[in-house]
């Protein structure tokens, strides 16, 4: 009965020229569509690829099934970054390439197709040319407004789950300071929103996504933005921001190999300021692009339990705070071609924290000295108003008192439990245990046998040396560099602490650390240069190098 009430009210109102909707009817807002887009991931290294076409930085050709299988994974955006400029006419029409326009829109309709918020933007052309807008002005604005003309023509009828960014990560050079930079984002973003507006369709009021300077939450780019949507006085725009955390940490550099208090104290900080700059003020926040810079690279610049930490006390903070966030995936997380994740417990802390909080530790690893008596050890635990319910070694719930206990934060294992985890001969993880809490994923904590490592003398080129180590089970998480002052060594010359993967690299595998040709190109020819070793276990080795032209000479330090 009501249910035909609410037809014949429906009827009677559109008869009266009245228009009418229910609740569940209502045009969404910028709020809601952000709130909706959550979770989001980025098919990045792809479409924004600056060379020939979108295999040239390495990924496969996008495929439906692709972006079916991204569907399956739980995300319900996707930001489909677009460089533009390899694939442009010259002055002054600027055309796109209709071939390139129609790969990003068929690109763009599959992932409609399948249900996903899409995002499209100005990539890479950032750096590659508007960056030049101090110096040259007319040009760069021509060639912008050009592409936004294009691509907004092109998209004009498509759905409204298509929202469009300006650009991505917009910076200028040689210009006179912020205040000039904060004009010229002003400039392109408005211009950006009257050729959108002007096309008419679905783009009338078609959301909108601008970015602050650099993408960064610095508040002064923050507070450029807000006054950006006060300008614009638009209900349909989003702002958004980039966030790869605290730098030293991101890539383990300056002895930033810890998710520590500092590198703690940047994400909150980061996302206290979305909150009271932005979020306050009815300005709703997709987060771009997060990750760590070191994932450049590899995953594996960062200590597993690290990053695991990063990543779930992020997501907690993107929840609570009500922030869109769209994970930078340039293939080094989901494999493209096999269809997997890459390192499938770091996507399943990241999608936990979409839901829930996650138990975590001080660290992922237990070292247990094989040349030593075995002795309880405690870890500390990040309850993170969890309760702790239980430890597991694979299909066997261990046993409170004899194999572990527990007071308040601290889980301490005990020395019997750890002399039969670490009875077998050899070196390495001898048992992996699963710590439970009352909600999210579970922690993993590695047993791990081993000794002090010892490093060997050795010669080679500044192209290639490699100092042969024997870990011993341990595991390298940083290295300093000196000279005999105690001036710093080598890159990075404002700390000690060099960078992972960048002036060292450890092959625990191959059993050598390898020194590249970047640190020595930095270091003095013919000084000593002191290296101090620091390993998980809290081991660590000193060691001495001295470059002479190419040739290098590595000693144990006495």
């Given at each position: 009965m009501t249910r035909l009430l609410g037809r014949l009210l429906a009827l009677v109102l559109i008869l009266g020229g009245m228009t009418w909707a229910s609740p569940a009817q209502a045009a969404p807002t910028a709020a809601t569509i952000t709130k909706a887009m959550q979770p989001g991931w980025n098919l990045g290294n792809t479409l924004d690829a600056t060379g020939a076409d979108e295999t040239s930085w390495g990924n496969p050709r996008v495929t439906r099934e692709l972006l079916k299988n991204i569907r399956a994974q739980g995300f319900k955006s996707i930001r489909v970054p677009v460089t533009w400029g390899r694939h442009q006419g010259p002055a002054p029409d600027y055309t796109i390439d209709p071939a390139y326009l129609d790969r990003v829109r068929e690109v763009v309709g599959w992932a409609l197709d399948e249900g996903f918020y899409v995002m499209i933007n100005i990539h890479h052309d950032s750096w590659q040319w508007i960056a030049t807008m101090p110096t040259d002005h007319d040009n760069v604005l021509a060639r912008y407004n050009a592409i936004w003309t294009q691509v907004a023509g092109a998209f004009r009828?498509?759905?409204p789950k298509l929202v469009l960014e300006s650009v991505n990560e917009p910076q200028f050079w040689g210009s006179s300071g912020d205040a000039e930079n904060y004009a010229l984002l002003a400039e392109l973003n408005t211009s950006f929103h009257r050729i959108v507006r002007g096309t008419g369709g679905g783009n009338a009021e078609r959301f909108l996504v601008l970015p602050t300077l650099h993408t960064n939450a610095d508040q002064g780019r923050l507070d450029a933005l807000a006054a950006e949507f006060t300008a614009l006085n638009d209900p349909n725009l989003i702002a958004t921001v980039h966030y790869y955390g605290y730098w030293p940490f991101s890539v383990n550099v300056a002895g930033g190999y810890r998710f520590d208090a500092t590198a703690q104290q940047d994400l909150l900080g980061t996302f206290q300021r979305l909150r009271d700059s932005l979020i306050s003020k009815g300005i709703?926040?997709?987060?771009?692009?997060?990750?760590?810079?070191?994932?450049?690279r590899h995953t594996g610049t960062i200590e597993q339990g690290e990053k695991l930490k990063f990543f779930e006390l992020f997501g907690q903070q993107a929840r609570v705070s009500g922030v869109t966030t769209m994970l930078w995936d340039n293939g080094q997380h989901f494999d493209r071609t096999a269809g997997v994740w890459r390192d499938a417990e770091l996507f399943g802390q990241i999608s936990s924290s979409w839901r829930t909080r996650s138990g975590t530790a001080a660290s992922d690893l237990v070292f247990v000295r094989r040349s030593a008596p075995v002795t309880a050890q405690t870890v500390t635990l990040n309850l993170n108003g969890l309760g702790f319910t239980h430890v597991r070694l694979g299909e066997t719930t261990l046993r409170r008192g004899p194999d572990y206990q527990v007071s308040g934060d601290q889980l301490t294992l005990t020395a019997g439990l750890l002399q039969r985890l670490t009875r077998t001969e050899g070196y390495g993880v001898k048992a992996s245990l699963s710590l439970r809490f009352s909600r999210g994923v579970p922690w993993r904590l590695d047993v791990v046998s081993f000794?002090?490592?010892?490093?060997?003398?050795?010669?080679?080129?500044?192209?290639?040396?490699?100092?042969?180590?024997?870990f011993h089970g341990d595991r390298l998480a940083t290295m300093t560099a000196t000279y005999?002052?105690?001036?710093?060594?080598?890159?990075?010359?404002?700390?000690?602490?060099k960078e992972f993967d960048r002036a060292f690299s450890p092959d625990h595998t191959a059993g050598v650390i390898k020194l590249t040709p970047d640190f020595f190109a930095e270091v003095t020819d013919g000084a000593t240069v002191d290296l101090r070793f620091?390993?998980?276990?809290g081991e660590t080795v000193t060691y001495q190098v001295t470059r002479t032209g190419t040739?290098?000479?590595g000693t144990l330090a006495g």
């Open positions: 009828d498509a759905s709703p926040v997709i987060l771009g692009e997060y990750g760590l810079l070191g994932f450049d000794d002090t490592p010892r490093l060997a003398a050795a010669t080679g080129e500044t192209t290639a040396f490699a100092i042969p180590t024997t005999a002052d105690g001036s710093n060594a080598g890159p990075h010359g404002w700390t000690p602490y620091y390993f998980w276990s040739a290098v000479n």
